[in-house]
């Protein structure tokens, strides 16, 4: 069996360290259980088994919105990291302060919708902030706002601290991701696919978080000063150039724990290679770019724009997907893989990634899009790869680092259960989603039509079962990590 020498071993986190990890980890868990629950109540509220005011509904989508894009990235940011960590030098003041400022900012949001009633949804498009009719005044609208800034200007810290590692291990962030064997020379196949990784998405996340922090400012100082009017078009632009690369760094953070963790249980290495450079070369470009898909609706936006947007979606979603499948796939095959809660968890998320990128690239087609984006299509396809993906990701690190304390087993008879129910739950659940979107169920509705309601109990039905999943996992990890490690 091949030693795996490429991977460090995980060495002990020193006590404020742990106390960090910790934080950020118990903290995404029970906030995530908390979100689902939002999740629920509108699903359940959709299929009239229960009933809430329509203001009520739209501060729930609001925050669910919000909550569960912010807390699932400081989850990635955690994995992210966890394992740079080990490859760079990392201020742990840094990796604080991000957890302060996102805390901080949690807090304003939280305040603006429930007791200012904000229901304007997560992105927060100009001018919709400032349109309250009566249900939220300006104030709820700025103190959101102010909460995105600080959850913003938190990732950027944490973001320049990374590079500022990677930089002086190895010399610039080209030289982290290989460039310098993009076209020729000996890959170091030692070369950690962590770092490869961490710097492509430094690269495009920091972007969008500026762009994102630029809109926000703007919409700020319109909410202070009304006859400061902007171009709607242009901040548009900006908030989903900021919302997409936001959403998606959190699987490309997440993955880390893939390229970290699978070699861990197969006993197989997993090197890096020239495809595996270029693979995230151009997931680093593509990202950067694809965000206009979310905008082939808007007529007034140029004809080029819509096009790069519907190209990149066909072209550039594939590269780091397919090199990442294709690596889990050759690590296992012949591995005498140990099969417990993290590598059960890494195989599922490779699932839920893949089958969940096909119904995306579906709605980035602009004649797809213009009959379905309007519909639960939409989040069914960013449900299935953000829960079955994203989510089993974070939770294997976690199980991980349960394991690696000696809080075993990490393959209990509740876990045994717990694993199946949150698989079938989610796979109910977005199926449902994607079921009522090609049956044109428009979403953001608070009330729907009766003939809509049925694949709505279904979605509910799911949930449920998610909710049981995620009541339990909350319980075991956050059991686990507060006890103290094993001799």
């Known amino acids: 069996m091949a030693t795996l020498t490429m991977y460090p071993a995980d060495e002990a986190l020193a006590p404020r360290a742990r106390l960090g990890f910790n934080l950020y980890m118990i903290t995404s868990i029970i906030a995530i259980l908390l979100f689902m629950l939002l999740g629920l109540t509108m699903r359940l509220n959709e299929a009239q088994w229960i009933s809430i005011p329509p203001t009520l509904f739209y501060e729930l989508l609001s925050m669910h919105g919000t909550g569960m894009v912010g807390i699932t990235s400081l989850a990635t940011t955690a994995v992210m990291w966890y394992f740079l960590r080990k490859y760079v030098t990392l201020h ?230 397919v090199i990442t499948v294709y690596g889990a796939l050759v690590n296992l095959y012949r591995s005498h893989i140990r099969w417990t809660m993290p590598s059960m968890l890494l195989i599922l998320a490779m699932f839920g990634w893949a089958a969940g990128v096909v119904p995306a690239i579906m709605d980035g087609t602009i004649r797809v899009n213009a009959v379905m984006h309007n519909t639960l299509w939409v989040p069914g396809h960013f449900h299935f790869y953000m829960l079955i993906g994203m989510l089993p990701m974070v939770l294997a690190l976690m199980y991980h680092e349960i394991g690696r304390l000696g809080q075993a087993p990490v393959k209990s008879a509740a876990d045994q259960v717990g694993f199946p129910l949150f698989f079938i739950g989610a796979l109910i659940f977005v199926l449902a989603f994607l079921y009522g979107g090609q049956s044109g169920v428009a979403r953001r509705m608070a009330e729907h039509w009766a003939a809509w309601t049925a694949s709505d ?22 059991l686990g990590l507060l006890r103290k490690p094993a001799a």
């Open 92 to 321: 742990l003041w840094v990796f604080i302060a991000n957890y302060v400022l996102f805390l901080a900012g949690a807090v304003c949001i939280v305040l603006a919708i429930f007791v200012g009633g904000y229901g304007a949804l997560w992105t927060f498009l100009y001018p919709l902030p400032a349109k309250g009719m009566g249900l939220w005044p300006s104030g709820a609208s700025e103190l959101y706002v102010f909460g995105y800034i600080l959850i913003g200007f938190g990732s950027l810290l944490f973001y320049l601290d990374a590079t500022a590692g990677i930089v002086r291990r190895y010399g610039g962030l080209g030289k982290a991701m290989g460039w310098q064997w993009l076209f020729g020379g000996t890959v170091d196949p030692d070369h950690p696919k962590a770092v490869i990784a961490s710097a492509g998405v430094i690269i495009a996340n920091s972007l969008g978080i500026i762009a994102g922090e630029v809109a926000l400012f703007m919409t700020l100082v319109n909410l202070f000063y009304p006859d400061i009017v902007l171009n709607a078009l242009l901040a548009k632009n900006l908030i989903y150039w900021f919302g997409h690369m936001y959403a998606n760094a959190t699987i490309y953070m997440g993955v880390i724990a893939v390229y970290e963790l699978l070699p861990r249980y197969t006993g197989k290495p997993y090197v890096v290679s020239r495809p595996f450079i270029w693979a995230w070369l151009a997931t680093a470009l593509y990202v950067i770019v694809v965000f206009p898909h979310h905008l082939f609706m808007d007529f007034a936006q140029p004809r080029w724009v819509a096009v790069m947007g519907q190209v990149a979606s066909w072209v550039g979603g594939f590269p780091v997907f």
């Open 457 to 478: 109990g279904v979605g509910a039905l799911g949930a449920s079962l998610v909710v049981l999943a995620v009541i339990y996992f909350a319980g075991r990890i956050t």
